[in-house]
């Protein structure tokens, strides 16, 4: 299983909004609604930010949202803020009943 | 409240066998499934592989088959994640990570443990 395909970086000012996308296949992204997103700070355990493609955990604040479209997801935040300086990453449930995660984007706040 | 508990760090040689627990708590443990994920230093997340607590049943990434070994224990909430014939390229922290829907298998990872590290050198 390939691992899906992220941008290496994002950037965007204060109050911007970003979108990092997250490319599979129909095996994957395509194929089920079992998408999610993480945000990981150095040194720290991944937090999760999305699931199921668009849905939030209770606690992550509306500037996140997800959709998909074909074999790729997305992942937009809006009104960017200093302390969303971090790394994502997406990652998809399969077809061989395994996950896969992407391998990561590194968002700067400029 | 949920809480993901992992052991130490540990150094190994190569060519020898970790074995990473995860204590978990504040939840019906044989409730939700567990995942393992690893990622070397400066690395990406890698997805290895889950263990249904309830059942035992597991499922384990092809890059990892024949390596990993997922077990638990019902008795006192605990899931065991062994790798064995460790290389160097394995030096990474693991993490144990909690399913978000009880029951559910979809890899939305709710809770994580805080990591182990996990070097190996000769």
């Known amino acids: 299983q390939s691992a899906l395909t992220q941008p290496a970086s994002v950037s965007g000012s204060p109050g911007q909004s970003i979108t990092i996308s997250c490319t599979g296949t129909?095996?994957?992204?395509?194929?089920?609604?079992?998408v999610s997103w993480y945000q990981q700070h150095p040194g720290k355990a991944p937090k999760l930010m999305i699931y199921?493609?668009?849905n939030r955990p209770s606690g992550v604040p509306d500037r996140f949202s997800g959709s998909k479209s074909g074999n790729t997801a997305s992942l937009t935040i809006s009104g960017l803020q200093a302390e969303d300086e971090a790394d994502y990453y997406c990652?998809?449930?399969?077809?061989?009943?395994?996950?896969?995660f992407g391998g990561g984007t590194k968002l700067t706040v400029l | 409240q949920v809480q993901l508990v992992q052991s130490g760090a540990e150094v190994k040689k190569p060519g020898a066998s970790v074995k990473v627990s995860c204590k978990a708590s504040?939840?019906?443990?044989?409730?939700?499934?567990m995942h393992w994920v690893r990622q070397a230093p400066g690395q990406g997340l890698e997805w290895m592989g889950r263990?249904?607590?309830?059942?035992?049943?597991?499922n384990y990434a092809q890059k990892f088959q024949g390596r990993v070994t997922m077990t638990r224990d019902t008795s006192i909430s605990t899931a065991y994640m062994e790798l064995s014939r460790l290389r160097s390229d394995d030096t990474a922290v693991y993490y144990c990570?909690?399913?978000?829907?009880?029951?559910?298998?979809?890899?939305?990872?709710?809770?994580w443990g805080q990591g182990t590290l996990v070097t190996v050198s000769s």
């Open positions: 199921e493609v668009s």
């Open positions: 129909s095996s994957d992204v395509g194929g089920y609604n079992y």
């Open positions: 263990i249904n607590p309830n059942s035992g049943g597991t």
């Open positions: 990652s998809s449930y399969t077809s061989s009943s395994t996950g896969v």
């Open positions: 504040g939840y019906t443990f044989t409730g939700y499934y």
């Open positions: 990570a909690r399913d978000l829907h009880p029951y559910g298998d979809y890899g939305s990872l709710d809770y």
